[in-house]
């Protein structure tokens, strides 16, 4: 986990350097592909996703060394051909597993955040999961162990093979030659995210697509259907943590509340969207029908709370850069608690955005308990070894969050005018 963590610390400024440069770049050509609330509710995402996965929460049912134990049948050393054979099965292994995330109701809910966003962009890549709870990806990589590939061949490739797949989320690439028949290109990815019947569950490859042309799921982007993005059941809000359970708690209900005990028990893996035929009548939920018209998610705003939606962003991401830079200093105690802040942070804020009411709750609660912290421990998890006014910026940070909570709740509401909402 150490070594994702330092990782991480160069990993996160370049792509949020990319999605700045897509920012300028649309701003440039005048075809800007961003719109700040979504930004900021996909960069947060990512935040969520990180620091979730640095911690290492999670219930592992199998491990890639336990398979590999049981079941190679060769033993290849770490030559070039096993870096090649390794990256291969981990697209098929991620081929199969998107496969499974898109068509089985119970996987969806760990898939549904990466398509939540109602923009196309390279924000919307780093739209990661927090809700893929279970860890039973190794069972897909039994390919590789059959093939003797060592567990660090893996553990090297595969953040590798993830963040390869960042620089096709973009509208500002048209189509790319042969290249169409070997990788997955921004092209194919836009079909793979749009919501058309024509596109829908189409392109699940990750690098490669032959997969896709393999096993009959592949759709070239046609140019009289231009991509609608999104999901058919929007998700309404800029929360991340909230859409990551919005499916699984959708599925929860209908568990509850159907009579059937069948139905109680396939809903789980029947294909997505799918409902007991007694809840589906009594409970319905809104689906997009027509994908060319729907109003996108934009709860009313002002260049106030846009810009300090940045600020709160910008800020956490500092923090969790400290978190990582000082990862083994902090322990494992200190960093359920770092992430802990960062995750309550991360849902005040996004509130706030959403302009809901109990936003102030716990920004407030957020607030006071950091300050609390600081006070307490003199410090903030050991910021001021490095910089000795450290931890009273942080204190600080804390004391605007109340602050801005209280401002942009009570105060600014009045003041949003319709030629400000956008
Ligand atoms: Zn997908
Ligand atoms: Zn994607």
């Not at 990589?141 to 060592?150: D, K, M, N, Q, T």
Request: proline residues 4%; negative net charge.
């Amino acid at each position: 986990m150490e070594s994702y963590a330092a990782a991480l610390l160069y990993a996160i400024p370049f792509f949020v350097g990319l999605v700045l440069v897509e920012v300028l770049y649309g701003r440039l050509v005048k075809n800007q592909m961003h719109n700040v609330m979504d930004t900021v509710s996909s960069l947060s995402s990512g935040l969520t996703n990180v620091v979730k996965d640095s911690l290492g929460l999670g219930i592992i049912l199998i491990s890639y060394p336990f398979l590999l134990e049981h079941l190679a049948l060769v033993e290849i050393k770490a030559t070039w051909l096993v870096w090649v054979v390794a990256f291969i099965a981990l697209d098929f292994a991620g081929y199969w597993n998107h496969r499974l995330s898109h068509h089985i109701n119970f996987f969806w809910n760990q898939h549904v955040i990466h398509h939540s966003s109602e923009e196309f962009n390279l924000a919307c890549a780093l739209r990661q999961p927090i809700s893929n709870l279970l860890g039973y990806y190794a069972l897909l990589l039994i390919p590789a162990a059959l093939f003797g590939v060592p567990n660090t061949v893996i553990a090297v490739l595969a953040p590798i093979h993830l963040f390869a797949q960042f620089w096709y989320h973009t509208r500002h690439i048209g189509k790319m030659g042969w290249l169409e028949y070997v990788i997955v290109t921004p092209s194919q990815h836009r079909v793979h995210h749009a919501i058309n019947r024509e596109y829908i569950d189409k392109n699940l490859g990750q690098i490669f697509c032959v997969w896709d042309r393999m096993f009959g799921t592949f759709q070239e982007e046609l140019d009289d259907v231009p991509p609608q993005y999104g999901v058919l059941k929007p998700a309404h809000t800029w929360n991340p943590i909230i859409i990551n359970f919005q499916h699984l708690w959708r599925l929860m209900q209908d568990t509850w509340r159907t009579k059937s005990y069948w139905d109680k028990l396939r809903i789980w893996f029947m294909p997505t969207g799918w409902r007991p035929a007694d809840v589906k009548e009594k409970y319905p939920v809104e689906i997009i029908e027509d994908v060319y018209h729907f109003e996108k998610y934009q709860p009313s705003t002002s260049w106030g709370l846009k810009a300090y939606s940045i600020f709160q962003l910008v800020f956490t991401t500092f923090l969790m850069l400290f978190m990582f830079y000082n990862y083994a200093e902090i322990g494992f105690d200190g960093l359920l608690y770092f992430g802990a802040f960062v995750m309550v942070g991360i849902f005040g804020y996004t509130a706030l955005m959403d302009r809901k009411g109990y936003a102030i709750w716990i920004e407030v609660a957020r607030g006071v308990a950091g300050l609390i912290l600081i006070y307490w421990t003199n410090d903030w998890f050991g910021l001021d070894a490095f910089w000795s006014y450290g931890s009273y910026l942080v204190a600080l940070y804390f004391l605007a969050t109340i602050m801005f909570a209280v401002y942009f709740t009570y105060f600014e509401k009045s003041f949003v005018s319709p030629d400000l909402v956008s």
